[in-house]
T-cell receptor, first 117, second 112 residues
Framework: DAGVTQSPTHLIKTRGQQVTLRCSPK?????VSWYQQALGQGPQFIFQYYEEEERQRGNFPDRFSGHQYPNYSSELNVNALLLGDSALYLC????????????????FGPGTRLLVL | DAKTTQPPSMDCAEGRAANLPCNHSTISGNEYVYWYRQIHSQGPQYIIH???NNETNEMASLIITEDRKSSTLILPHATLRDTAVYYCIVRGAYSGNTPLVFGKGTRLSVIA
């Protein structure tokens, strides 16, 4: 059973550039959430994609955007990179279940470490 | 903001049980308690979750107090590979995929 995969593992960019990070969800999962983890902090929620649409969004500027494809894989795009965007970017996948108070566990990938110089 | 309070760090001797506490005094009746851990530079790993009953799986046990205001994650026989940051998260059940709100967690050091 394939787990969540992310690419690339590491990336170095300069200020003002744009970056695209990729995520393939765990087999059978249809929902992808993205998190940013700055050094020494817990992960912070960026946004979530389901049925190819952004469903929820955290407190991140419009420079952060995403996409989900019909095969449920997802991309995170960051424009006009700032030094403060340097972080570990995590993708988590889960399965949307219908109705009730069920909780769908999110499983994380290994992350992409982005360094902005 | 995170709805949980955890000690910043703990030590545990290898082979002994590690008991990691978490306070969540404002938890609502339909909110779950989730535990994840993060080994250095890796993605968070799901451990266990529960609503009000104690839960056990192959990794750990979760003990939730009767008033649900606190819980304890128990690693029965800690090994050096259990050294990690452990996050206790309260997560609402209002919709299927509510985001996880991480605090700073507890850094567990397992000592040989």
């Amino acid at each position: 059973d394939a787990g969540v995969t992310q690419s690339p593992t590491h990336l170095i960019k300069t200020r003002g550039q744009q970056v695209t990070l990729r995520c393939s969800p765990k087999s059978g999962h249809d929902t992808v959430s993205w998190y940013q983890q700055a050094l020494g902090q817990g992960p912070q929620f960026i946004f979530q994609y389901y049925e190819e649409e952004e469903r929820q969004r955290g407190n991140f500027p419009d420079r952060f955007s995403g996409h989900q494809y019909p095969n449920y894989s997802s991309e995170l795009n960051v424009n006009a990179l700032l030094l403060g965007d340097s972080a570990l970017y995590l993708c988590a996948s889960s399965l949307e279940l219908a109705g009730g108070a069920r909780q769908e566990t999110q499983y994380f990938g290994p992350g992409t470490r982005l360094l902005v110089l | 903001d995170a709805k949980t309070t955890q000690p910043p760090s703990m030590d545990c001797a290898e082979g002994r049980a590690a008991n990691l506490p978490c306070n969540h005094s404002t938890i609502s009746g339909n909110e779950y308690v989730y535990w994840y851990r993060q080994i250095h530079s890796q993605g968070p790993q799901y451990i266990i979750h529960g609503l009000k009953n104690n839960e056990t799986n192959e990794m750990a046990s979760l003990i939730i107090t009767e008033d649900r205001k606190s819980s304890t994650l128990i690693l029965p026989h800690a090994t050096l590979r259990d050294t990690a940051v452990y996050y206790c998260i309260v997560r609402g059940a209002y919709s299927g995929n509510t985001p996880l709100v991480f605090g700073k967690g507890t850094r567990l050091s397992v000592i040989a």
